[in-house]
């Protein structure tokens, strides 16, 4: 199988910080186009919405890195976390954006949503979910929390479906793109349920002398 | 849009108008697409014109009317408040003629106590309506108690900002009913129907425990996914203002439509 050309080594740590700035360009480009009165209708709502969707987009995208490196031999992992953390930044202000300029900072309407609308609780329930693994998304903790540390961090997998849940739960008719959402997470997740005996088995491939269809990464 | 004549009607508000380019370009109209922007990007090839509006049922004298016939009636520019469920709202001048006039001319019999209103359904015009996903059923349908769509308040719009209506806020012909949800006001009618029982309506088809029959605007009752409290206007306050004001009951037009709903209880029949 053909592999992207590897990118040499001195722009590894270059690499993330562009994946930083890469990523949090919708998010300027919207508040800009928000607060210069050219995002058209509902300009707060729509700039909370792309918010949203991007955290979505994150999320999925974190959930990706395990499956790219299993299925096609790249390995990603050194973006994991910068894209693990866009998602949280991307949370935080979907949240903000929600408090501050949608509710006006009115607090007791937004106690209200968020006790008394399901899709309003899921959300505030994987944003707090998303805060201890942002607060864990450092060297420090890792070395920290040794095993207990990827155990934590499966919460991810109980985050992305809150998110897609919440995104199918708030429109009004659930349509292509919120089941696009839905599928995409339950199908990432669903791989961490088969990929252990699916590397096992590609393993044995290689080993009884059969062709594989590529070298087990990992 | 083409300009169209009409005298100041009965009803102003205090309230500043929403500016035009936000009424024709953040629209809910679902047979154009689930976007606020998708009505105004999709419904170019849409043709409002030649249109006729089947007016039948329990009325001594069903008849067809031509869109020029519409037009012919007396139009009066009306600036109303409209609310839509989303907790958002607008003021609009729309143009056009009571209902009740319209339904005068073919006479509803004694037994008719409802009238059920439908929209066109053309899927070679109309995205929403083709393809896989399709968001609702189609033909698109709403109702009304008949001492509602008789209601002086009630009118068919053929046209808002002096002009006739876009394709995207429901030409050639809507329903506005300002003391209820948006999603009354039906869009594109082919077809008034004068009927004993209370017809089908689609949202309340689709979702009955968010939508109901009547949709009249209460701040007291809650969509159980947002609180209908306070809502905003689109086009004010940008982005950092606070933008958000209390709903009224009835949308503000509680002095003249509160009697129709006396000794109903209004959180059950939301």
Known sequence: MASLPTLPKRFHGPSVWVLYALGLCPAISAFYLGATGKLPGNAVKEFEHLLGLWALRFLVATLTITPIRDLIGINWLRYRRAVGLLAFYYVLMHFLAYMVLDQTLRIQPIIADIARRPFITIGMAAFAMLIPLAITSNNWSIRRLGQRWNKLHRLVYVIAAAGALHFAMAVKVVGPEQMFYLGLVALLVGWRAVRTRFLRWRRQQVVSGRPATEKAAG | ?270
């Not at chain 2, 169209?4 to 629209?27: F, Q």
């Not at chain 2, 006479?107 to 070679?124: D, N, Q």
């Not at chain 2, 399709?134 to 719009?157: K, N, V």
Request: negative net charge; charged residues 20%; proline residues 10%.
């Open chain 2, 1 to 270: 849009a083409t300009a169209l004549k009409a005298s100041p009607g009965p009803y102003k508000l205090d309230d500043a108008m929403t500016p035009e380019k936000d009424v024709t370009s953040y629209n809910n109209y679902y047979e154009f697409g689930t976007g606020k922007g998708d009505p105004s990007a999709s419904s170019g090839s849409f043709k409002p014109s030649p249109w006729t509006v089947k007016v039948d049922g329990l009325v001594t004298k069903p008849k067809e009317f031509g869109l020029e016939e519409l037009l012919a009636f007396p139009l009066e520019e009306r600036i109303y408040r409209m609310r839509c469920v989303e907790a958002w709202s607008m003021v609009i001048p729309w143009i056009g003629l009571p209902l009740a006039g319209l339904l005068d001319k073919v006479e509803p019999l004694g037994s008719a106590k409802y009238v059920a209103f439908e929209t066109v359904v053309r899927p070679e015009e109309m995205p929403g309506q083709a393809g896989y996903f399709q968001p609702l059923e189609w033909p698109y349908r709403e109702g009304l108690r008949l001492d509602e769509a008789r209601h002086p308040l009630t009118i068919l719009s053929v046209g808002l900002y002096g002009k006739t209506l876009p394709n995207q806020n429901g030409a050639p012909i809507r329903l506005v009913v300002p003391w209820k949800y948006g999603f009354k006001g039906i869009k594109s009618i082919v077809r008034i129907s004068l009927t004993e029982t209370p017809p089908p309506c689609t949202w309340n088809l689709a979702a009955p425990n968010e939508y109901g029959f009547y949709a009249n605007v209460n701040p007291a009752v809650d969509h159980p996914r947002w609180s209908q409290a306070t809502e905003n206007r689109i086009g004010e306050g940008g982005f950092f203002g606070a933008n958000r004001r209390d709903t009224l009951p009835f949308n503000g037009y509680g002095d003249e439509v509160a009697s129709l709903y006396a000794g109903m209880d209004l959180t059950a029949n939301f």
